[in-house]
């Protein structure tokens, strides 16, 4: 069935850091989004990124449809961006298919 | 309106009533979307909609769910004899067209005790 794997699921970083989280899925895709799901519960459009990459801040992602995997970098982390970030592609049937997601704890 | 609005932000309804949530997409958007989360299935498509039309109703979770959108805005997800499992947050968002990027809205937490 159509999959969604991130990895790693649970990464702790110091304040200043940089990480990369990976996203594989499992059959060509119409579109991918990236979201971030804040302590509150609301969740934040990162990116649209069904192919190529894309920069927005200290935030980029990449997609390679071809190999499908897509990657977020955080770069120079912050206390604010702790959260889980949730993967989503659609796989053409105009819905997100979304991963357990990556759950990242920045500490100062 | 500058966002996606749901209301209400809470409910906690006893099991076997019917509930309705609201969900008021960003002015413009013609495609409106359900998700659903909760700790054991995480995030999961309910229903959407291009303008008032619901082309593709099969993540609805059984018939007592049922959703509705006039006008091309408003859309109300409406729960029947509501269960135990049924308990979660319920999410809308809204894309320009459908395929594009999404605005969720916070989501109503609904309880059922």
């Known amino acids: 069935g159509i999959q969604v794997e991130q990895s790693p699921p649970d990464l702790i970083l110091q304040e200043g850091a940089n990480s990369t989280l990976r996203c594989n899925f499992s059959?060509?895709?119409?579109?991918l989004q990236w979201f971030h799901q804040n302590p509150w519960g609301q969740l934040i459009n990162l990116f649209y990124?069904?192919?190529g990459t894309k920069q927005n801040g200290r935030l980029s992602a990449t997609t390679v449809a071809t190999e499908r995997y897509s990657l977020l970098y955080i770069s120079s982390s912050q206390t604010t961006d702790s959260g889980v970030y949730f993967c989503?592609?659609?796989?053409?049937?105009?819905?997100?298919?979304f991963g357990k997601g990556n759950q990242v704890v920045v500490i100062p | 309106g500058a966002g996606v609005s749901q209301s209400p932000s809470n409910k906690v309804t006893e099991k076997g009533k019917d509930v309705e949530l609201r969900c008021d997409p960003i002015?413009?958007?013609?495609?409106l979307y359900w998700y659903r989360q909760s700790l054991g299935q995480g995030l999961e498509f309910l229903i959407y909609f291009q303008g008032n039309s619901a082309p593709d109703k099969s993540g609805l979770p059984s018939d007592r769910f049922s959703a509705e959108r006039t006008g091309g805005s408003v859309s109300t997800l409406t729960i029947q004899r509501t269960q135990q499992e049924d308990s979660a947050v319920y999410l809308c968002?809204?894309?320009?067209?459908?395929?594009?990027?999404?605005?969720f809205g916070s989501g109503t937490r609904l309880t059922v005790v």
């Open positions: 059959d060509s895709v119409n579109n």
């Open positions: 990124i069904p192919s």
């Open positions: 002015s413009g958007h013609t495609a």
């Open positions: 989503a592609p659609d796989y053409g049937n105009n819905r997100l298919a």
């Open positions: 968002a809204s894309s320009p067209h459908v395929g594009y990027g999404y605005t």
